[in-house]
């Protein structure tokens, strides 16, 4: 299906000025934006137009690579065809303009007005923060985004990110990720001792309680620090992700469930002073063309996924497993300590946790009689 029906049929095409078909990318170059075809027989409008807003994006994820950085160039897209061309979006991958991990100072600062990475990578600037990425033993996509959109959510991590100067977004999720790359077999609590692995946020704490060292890396320096040796093992998102980046090159034993990231929303944050400027359709148009990445993201991962893991497992010989019963229970137990300590760590903290685990708690329970018993009698 081509983006623009795609748009169209979820019923944004109307934020569009004029018709999608008849939208004009513009180039680094400045350009107007273009106009509605005119009639048969007529002579093309002649009104002045004001020259384009370019904004940048700067990304934690290379440039273009496969779901997460055509993620952030399909919303960029989004913006400039819904707006008619009246903004234009350049992407800038990890490292073009300013490192991975300092996207969120970039945009903070206006040195670009749009960033796109996962909200657990600032930890360091709001513990609150990881609860909008991934909670271990946490919520899916799907229960994620009810949490965000109706469950309040979205206006607690606005409250996170305000003093920031930033707006958040959800602009896209991974769905259940897996578990990791090790380069030796889990088979017991025992073999998470010492071992030095690529895991973010809240899932890299619980290691670290369990005798592991976590260890912070972009994507761009996963693969040769697993091939070296500096890390044992890494989680990065899914075969999709895993396939493209060749991880299987670097480590045999490939572990299910991600325990840690059941359901990974990655965001847009926009500089909240360059949002303002900005008209109220086109402040609208920004905010649901990043609804529309989200929902988009999620289900090309859906699609693709599978795909991927059978040609790892098929063709390139990958060891795919289920980590032990055992070390599922203690993983369990321990993320259940470690988000409880963050959440008293401060007041915000506390104040997210708690709508959180509310909303968890109630989801769950409607998930069990639906999601988890329509599949449990499809796989009878």
Known sequence: MQRRDFIHKLGLGALAVGSAGTLTACGEK???????APASGTAPAT??????????MVTTWPKNFPGL??????LADLITQL?????????YGAGELVPAFEIFDAVSQGTAEMGHGASYYWKGKSEAAQFFAAVPFGLTAQEMNSWLYHGGGMALW???YAPFGLIPTAAGNTGVQMGGWFNKEINSLDDLQGLKMRIPGLGGEVLSRL??????????????????GAIDATEWVGPYNDLAFGLYKAAKYYYYPGWHEPGTTLECFINKAAFEALPAD???IVLNASRVA????????????NTALRTLVEEHMVDLRPFPEEVLAELQRVSDQVVAEIADKDPLSAKVYASFRTFRDQVVAWSDISERAYLNARNR
């Open 69 to 74: 950085g055509t993620g952030a160039q399909n």
């Open 282 to 284: 086109l402040q609208a």
């Open 47 to 56: 009104a002045n137009h004001t020259a384009p807003i370019k904004w940048r």
């Open 211 to 228: 005798g592991g060292t976590p260890v912070s890396l972009p994507g761009g320096e996963i693969f040769s620090s697993l091939q070296t």
């Open 294 to 305: 989200n929902q988009d993201m999620l289900a090309e991962y859906t699609a693709r996924n």
């Open 158 to 160: 606005a409250e996170v």
């Open 30 to 36: 400045e350009c107007a934006p273009s106009a509605a």
């Open 83 to 91: 707006s008619g061309g009246r903004i234009e979006v350049k992407v």
